[in-house]
């Protein structure tokens, strides 16, 4: 038999390379980190149609009386509603929103309300107030009481005394009139006077132009049992002066002036 010539045969195995699977250290989305923003929730914008719910934006400066005094300047659109602003002074101060209440001009603003409704103007001043302050509802009947410029004299009971009469002494009851309460004092307004100093209380008096607002602390101070080194007097934002006389604040009738603990005065909005 013949031998037969088989070609080698080969079998070419195709060698398949393993991938390499390489594991990356950056995450495939990174998150980035939150920043508190001191911008109202509906203040954001959102393309071109950026804040327009929150209507035209103001600056405003916004000085805390909770704590160790400190003032920001906020740009806030006024239909921006007073809750979401509380918020966002929450975060800025390190307060909780149930910690204070703000007021603007003597006024309480409503946490329900929207900032625009209080007539707020750039540059205008708006107050951070302790909560426990806050909302005190008049009393049943709606009005504050006037109080009379002369107050007369308490009739105490007739006692018969030994002692002739020449010898008896009648006290006289403090006055609620500062001391230059006469004509020279000029023309009178009714203001009312709203402490925050301890329990809530408001007074309304009836003050000369021209009274220096020493004497009408020194009134105050009778009238709600305190110092008058335990407060300052505020209008409209403004500290007032104790050498100047009441009229230099543009006070009107019915104008609500607040006695702020002394240990908040004096800052300047940065």
């Given at each position: 038999?013949?031998?037969?010539?088989?070609?080698?045969?080969?079998?070419?195995?195709?060698?398949?390379?393993?991938?390499?699977?390489?594991?990356?250290?950056?995450?495939?989305?990174?998150?980035?980190?939150?920043?508190?923003?001191?911008?109202?929730?509906?203040?954001?914008?959102?393309?071109?149609?950026?804040?327009?719910?929150?209507?035209?934006?103001?600056?405003?400066?916004?000085?805390?009386?909770?704590?160790?005094?400190?003032?920001?300047?906020?740009?806030?659109?006024?239909?921006?509603?007073?809750?979401?602003?509380?918020?966002?002074?929450?975060?800025?101060?390190?307060?909780?929103?149930?910690?204070?209440?703000?007021?603007h001009a003597g006024r309480t603003i409503d946490d329900t309300a929207k900032i625009g409704e209080?007539?707020?103007?750039?540059?205008?001043?708006?107050?951070?107030?302790?909560?426990?302050?806050?909302?005190?509802?008049?009393?049943?009947?709606?009005?504050?009481?006037?109080?009379?410029?002369?107050?007369?004299?308490?009739?105490?009971?007739?006692?018969?005394?030994?002692?002739?009469?020449?010898?008896?002494?009648?006290?006289?009851?403090?006055?609620?009139?500062?001391?230059?309460?006469?004509?020279?004092?000029?023309?009178?307004?009714?203001?009312?006077?709203?402490?925050?100093?301890?329990?809530?209380?408001?007074?309304?008096?009836?003050?000369?132009?021209?009274?220096?607002?020493?004497?009408?602390?020194?009134?105050?101070?009778?009238?709600?049992?305190?110092?008058?080194?335990?407060?300052?007097?505020?209008?409209?934002?403004?500290?007032?002066?104790?050498?100047?006389?009441?009229?230099?604040?543009?006070?009107?009738?019915?104008?609500?002036?607040?006695?702020?603990?002394?240990?908040?005065?004096?800052?300047?909005?940065?």
């Amino acid at each position: 038999m013949s031998e037969e010539n088989f070609d080698d045969l080969k079998l070419e195995e195709e060698e398949t390379e393993p991938k390499v699977e390489i594991k990356s250290k950056t995450p495939v989305s990174s998150a980035p980190a939150a920043v508190v923003s001191k911008t109202p929730a509906s203040g954001k914008s959102a393309g071109k149609s950026a804040g327009k719910s929150a209507g035209a934006k103001k600056n405003i400066f916004f000085k805390s009386t909770v704590g160790p005094e400190r003032t920001e300047k906020l740009s806030i659109g006024m239909g921006t509603p007073v809750s979401e602003v509380k918020n966002t002074l929450a975060n800025i101060f390190g307060l909780s929103p149930e910690d204070f209440h703000l007021s603007h001009a003597g006024r309480t603003i409503d946490d329900t309300a929207k900032i625009g409704e209080y007539n707020v103007e750039n540059g205008d001043e708006i107050l951070l107030i302790p909560q426990s302050t806050a909302g005190g509802e008049e009393e049943e009947g709606g009005e504050f009481e006037d109080f009379e410029l002369e107050e007369e004299e308490e009739v105490k009971p007739v006692i018969k005394s030994k002692t002739p009469a020449a010898a008896k002494t009648v006290s006289k009851p403090v006055s609620k009139t500062p001391a230059s309460g006469g004509a020279s004092a000029g023309p009178k307004k009714n203001i009312f006077f709203k402490s925050t100093v301890g329990p809530e209380r408001t007074e309304k008096l009836a003050i000369g132009s021209r009274t220096p607002i020493r004497e009408v602390k020194e009134t105050l101070a009778n009238i709600f049992g305190l110092s008058p080194e335990d407060f300052h007097l505020s209008h409209a934002g403004r500290t007032m002066d104790e050498a100047s006389p009441i009229g230099d604040y543009n006070v009107e009738n019915g104008d609500e002036i607040l006695l702020i603990p002394q240990s908040t005065a004096g800052a300047k909005a940065c």
